[in-house]
T-cell receptor
Framework: GAGVSQSPSNKVTEKGKDVELRCDPI?????LYWYRQSLGQGLEFLIY????????KSGLPSDRFSAERTGGSVSTLTIQRTQQEDSAVYLC???????????FGSGTRLTVV | EDQVTQSPEALRLQEGESSSLNCSYT??????LFWYRQDPGKGPEFLFT???AGEEKEKERLKATLTKKESFLHITAPKPEDSATYLC?????????????FGKGTKLSVIP
């Protein structure tokens, strides 16, 4: 597609439920990133995929968070047993390589009630 | 650990009133410094990459400059449509150098 597509755009879930967030990167972009943006905070790195290499999961805040990227394209970020502190905007970005400016999607706003 | 500090947190300008936003950074080795613009409810939009001290980039009313410790985003004769949050980020040359470290941003409001 022309840009990075994320779905859903908004998600309200009950505490303790699992959620899946989807990212469809720009076609041909080998690098894919997930960031989290909380109110009043800067963007926080979560995970990075580059081609067929093992992902860098060093930014995931707990083992309740996981992500996968199928076929080098679409990525899914899963949060298990959601907590209120997980409420944030989850942003996906892609790029043609590990350097250079990213193209971000519009994000998924997650609210845990 | 890479760090980015942006100032001011918020800035109100009259239309046509030029000003600058500051981004101070510490990084073990700089691979690149990035400026993004973020509108409410949207993801950040890439503006510029600067790679070395002394480099300048321009786009319409925006000019970004870089020194060894900070970057400035100069806004000349701003218009209301320039209102947004401007984010600065650095990419270092250390471990995990593909990820960007972001500042918290400067929220710019341009009043007609």
């Amino acid at each position: 597609g022309a840009g990075v597509s994320q779905s859903p755009s908004n998600k309200v879930t009950e505490k303790g439920k699992d959620v899946e967030l989807r990212c469809d990167p720009i076609s041909g972009h080998t690098a894919l990133y997930w960031y989290r943006q909380s109110l009043g905070q800067g963007l926080e790195f979560l995970i990075y995929f580059q081609g067929n290499s093992a992902p860098d999961k060093s930014g995931l805040p707990s083992d309740r968070f996981s992500a996968e990227r199928t076929g080098g394209s679409v990525s899914t970020l899963t949060i298990q047993r959601t907590q209120q502190e997980d409420s944030a905007v989850y942003l996906c970005a892609s790029s043609s390589g590990p350097n250079g400016g990213y193209t971000f999607g519009s994000g998924t706003r997650l609210t845990v009630v | 650990e890479d760090q980015v500090t942006q100032s001011p947190e918020a800035l109100r300008l009259q239309e046509g009133e030029s000003s600058s936003l500051n981004c101070s950074y510490t990084v073990s080795g700089l691979r690149g410094l990035f400026w993004y613009r973020q509108d409410p409810g949207k993801g950040p939009e890439f503006l510029f990459t600067l790679y070395s001290a002394g480099e300048e980039k321009e786009k319409e009313r925006l000019k970004a400059t870089l020194t060894k410790k900070e970057s400035f985003l100069h806004i000349t004769a701003p218009k209301p449509e320039d209102s947004a949050t401007y984010l600065c980020a650095v990419q270092g040359t250390g471990a995990g150098s593909y990820q960007l470290t972001f500042g918290k941003g400067t929220k710019l409001s341009v009043i007609p």
